[in-house]
């Protein structure tokens, strides 16, 4: 039973490129969150979705974040435009459907790099 | 600001010690969870208590849950090299993310 795939592990992007972050989450799991976490620091919640569903983006910036979970296939968090301050380790986690907001199961994340 | 406040942000001791960390928060919860992280990996779930429990063990953990006072400690026995990770607090409210503190880095030294 495979955990929660994320991919690439790693990905170097030139300021004004985009950057497209997959997470495959774990056999069962329906609900799909992205975090965010600079070195050093907490992680900090971008978006929080459901199959072809955002339940709560609360955390995502206004523009040049998207984020979506099709019915089939990873879901992509798309960060358009990149700029350095958006170099961090992006994580994204799975939970079953009746506990959400409870256990959440962790990619090994998304290290952006943008030079 | 981060929901969760862990305290200290960082901590050193010797193997065989036990390591207590501290985890405040400021609005009402279902439950707080605490997590660790390896180096450049991803989080792992250690330990869930909910909001009517007070204490809860799993193994070499013990976590306890003060609701009045808003705060949450961890404390690991008999501590080993290889707990060395950053630990970090979660709490789960009427949403349904959860919220991470900073983080307290635990540094165990053989």
């Known amino acids: 039973n495979a955990g929660v795939m994320q991919n690439p592990r790693h990905l170097v992007r030139r300021r004004g490129q985009e950057a497209r972050l997959r997470c495959s989450p774990m056999?069962?799991?329906?609900?799909v969150y992205w975090y965010r976490q600079l070195p050093e620091e907490g992680l900090k919640f971008m978006v929080y979705?459901?199959?072809?569903?955002?339940?709560?983006e609360s955390g995502m910036p206004k523009e040049r974040f998207s984020a979506e979970f099709p019915k089939e296939g990873p879901s992509i968090l798309r960060i358009q435009q990149v700029v350095r301050g958006d170099s961090a380790a992006y994580f994204c986690a799975s939970s079953r459907p009746n506990e959400s907001g409870e256990k959440l199961f962790f990619g090994s994340g998304t290290q952006l790099s943008v030079l | 600001s981060q929901q969760g406040e862990e305290d200290p942000q960082a901590l050193s001791i010797q193997e065989g010690e036990n390591a207590t960390m501290n985890c405040s928060y400021k609005t009402s919860i279902n439950n707080l969870q605490w997590y660790r992280q390896n180096s450049g990996r991803g989080l792992v779930h250690l330990i869930l208590?909910?909001?009517?429990?007070r204490e809860k063990h799993s193994g070499r953990l013990r976590v306890t849950l003060d609701t009045s006072k808003k705060s949450s400690s961890l404390l690991i026995t008999a501590s080993r090299a290889a707990d060395t990770a950053s630990y970090f607090c979660a709490t789960g409210g009427a949403g349904n993310m959860l919220t991470f503190g900073g983080g307290t880095r635990l540094m165990v030294k053989p």
């Open positions: 208590i909910r909001s009517n429990e």
């Open positions: 979705l459901q199959k072809e569903n955002i339940i709560d």
């Open positions: 056999k069962g799991h329906s609900h």
